[in-house]
């Protein structure tokens, strides 16, 4: 890898980069040399190690666009996402995301915890927005997420949910219960 290619790298809007990233902008055909290169640049400060194989331009790096990168494919959801729209008013540090795998990651002083979701919800992007290079899901599709692998959860404020949303994402789950429990949910309100 070249002085240019890492500055290239340095100069994209993403926070964070794989191992594969790098090795793709630098078209280098020796992977073990290619680490010996990032090994020295993350020596000169130029980046750092969130975890091997996961890098970022500096300390001050997306912690959502980590966790994008950890797993993939992956979306922030769940409680981070709740939370931060008022559904439920439980505060979590740890980001909670979607993926193919249940998993418990620390990486950095940052807990990850991934929970596992059907391949045909995961990779179904309705409900799911690009913010920031990071997918995250919509509170309408995180509350869907919760409902299909929690049965009973305690939500504090589901009048903020848009239910024609909810009723527009709910069909890829292919879930019987799930859709009794979301029509009891809308008849509390």
């Known amino acids: 890898m070249e002085k240019a290619d890492i500055l290239n790298i340095l100069r994209s809007d993403k926070t964070v980069f794989s191992f ?10 020796k992977p073990n040399l290619l680490i010996r290169r990032l090994n020295y640049y993350i020596q ?3 980046l750092y190690s969130i975890r091997k194989g996961l890098y970022a331009k500096d300390k001050n790096y ?4 980590a966790a994008n990168k950890i797993f993939t494919p992956s979306y922030i959801s769940f409680e981070t996402v709740l939370a931060k729209a008022g559904v439920t008013f439980q505060y979590y540090s740890q980001v909670f995301a979607a993926s193919y795998l249940t ?9 990850y915890s991934y929970r596992k979701i059907k391949d045909s919800v995961l990779t179904d992007n309705t409900g799911i927005e690009q913010k920031d290079n990071y997918a995250i899901a919509t509170p309408e599709r995180a ?4 409902g299909y692998l929690n049965k009973d959860y305690h939500f504090d404020n589901l009048s903020i949910l848009d239910w024609n949303k909810i009723l527009e994402i ?9 859709e009794k429990d979301i029509k009891s949910y809308q008849k509390i309100l």
């Open 103 to 111: 998993r418990e990651i620390t990486a950095d002083g940052q807990r």
């Open 62 to 65: 997306n912690k959502l666009e």
């Open 44 to 46: 000169k400060g130029e």
């Open 143 to 146: 509350f869907l997420d919760i």
């Open 170 to 178: 709910l069909p890829i789950y292919v879930n019987k219960r799930m």
């Open 20 to 29: 594969q990233d790098i090795l793709l902008a630098s078209n280098d055909k």
